[in-house]
T-cell receptor, first 115, second 111 residues
Framework: AQSVTQLDSQVPVFEEAPVELRCNYS??????LFWYVQYPNQGLQLLLK??????LVKGINGFEAEFNKSQTSFHLRKPSVHISDTAEYFC?????????????FGSGTKLNVKP | DADVTQTPRNRITKTGKRIMLECSQT?????MYWYRQDPGLGLRLIYY???????NKGEISDGYSVSRQAQAKFSLSLESAIPNQTALYFC??????????FGPGTRLTVL
């Protein structure tokens, strides 16, 4: 099974500062990569995904992520955060060869944006 | 209207009770999933289904069962609920493009 590591369980940051949320995965083969966001009392929403092509992926709400195959990482970044970005963020991987499209999720990172 | 709905949204029950969580989707997807979310553990897969005739166990299926009544409906049952099944439960679907679409979640408390 795949393993996804989100090293930071909580990230506090001031409004308008840049932020990076880290995600590493364990796989010697290609995977599809995803970032989801969960706002308080809501389900998960897709932020962005990497299936193939450019390693820099842009998503909604100004977020972007870069796929680094050699470091097996898919870190999420935003140059300037807003209070409304306060949420929990989940990284997930899905093996391309899996016909069931199963996802393996990290443990999540809570982003707390302070005024 | 939401593409993936879950009922109930909140449920409090007692140890030993049978409980069913329901999920419906209007996205027309074949693949459906049940996850549980626990603080600090992320989401863990309980069961998944490719179609109405295909049910598969996920990584934490013990104590749970599912029923795929139709392409659009996928129910999760706890035959005899126990306190460590207190969690947030999510249903999801998946179609072309590999993206999974999540319902709003059911918060279950087992006393």
């Amino acid at each position: 099974a795949q393993s996804v590591t989100q090293l930071d369980s909580q990230v506090p940051v001031f409004e308008e500062a840049p932020v990076e949320l880290r995600c590493n995965y364990s796989s010697s083969v290609s995977v599809y990569l995803f970032w989801y966001v969960q706002y308080p009392n809501q389900g998960l929403q897709l932020l962005l995904k990497y299936l193939s092509g450019s390693t820099l992926v842009k998503g909604i709400n100004g977020f972007e992520a870069e796929f680094n195959k050699s470091q097996t990482s898919f870190h999420l970044r935003k140059p300037s955060v807003h209070i409304s970005d306060t949420a929990e963020y989940f990284c997930a991987v899905s093996p391309p060869g899996d016909n069931f499209n199963k996802f393996y999720f990290g443990s999540g990172t809570k982003l707390n944006v302070k005024p | 209207d939401a593409d993936v709905t879950q009922t109930p949204r909140n449920r409090i029950t007692k140890t030993g009770k049978r409980i069913m969580l329901e999920c419906s989707q209007t996205k027309g997807h074949d693949r459906m999933y049940w996850y549980r979310q626990d603080p600090g553990l992320g989401l863990r897969l309980i069961y998944y289904s490719f179609d109405v005739k295909d049910i598969n166990k996920g990584e934490i299926s013990d104590g749970y069962s599912v029923s795929r009544q139709a392409q659009a409906k996928f129910s999760l049952s706890l035959e005899s609920a126990i306190p460590n099944q207190t969690a947030l439960y999510f249903c999801a679907t998946s179609g072309p493009g590999r993206t999974q679409y999540f319902g709003p979640g059911t918060r279950l408390t087992v006393l």
